[in-house]
C-alpha cells in the first residue's frame, strides 16, 4: 500500500514540475509590455 502512495505522489511532483518547466521556457504568455512610456503612470520617468 505504501508503494502505491509513494508511485502517485511521484507522478503528482513530476507533473508539478513539469508544468512549471513548460510554462516557463516553452510556453510565451502574450505581453502587453510597450517600450513607450506614455500618459498611463508607469513611473519610469
Request: with cysteine; charged share 20%.
Amino acid at each position: 500500500m505504501n508503494t502505491i502512495i509513494q508511485n502517485i505522489l511521484i507522478f503528482i511532483a513530476l507533473g508539478i514540475a513539469l508544468t512549471f518547466l513548460v510554462r516557463k521556457f516553452i510556453w510565451k504568455p502574450k505581453k502587453k509590455s510597450s517600450k513607450v512610456c506614455g500618459n498611463d503612470g508607469c513611473g519610469c520617468h
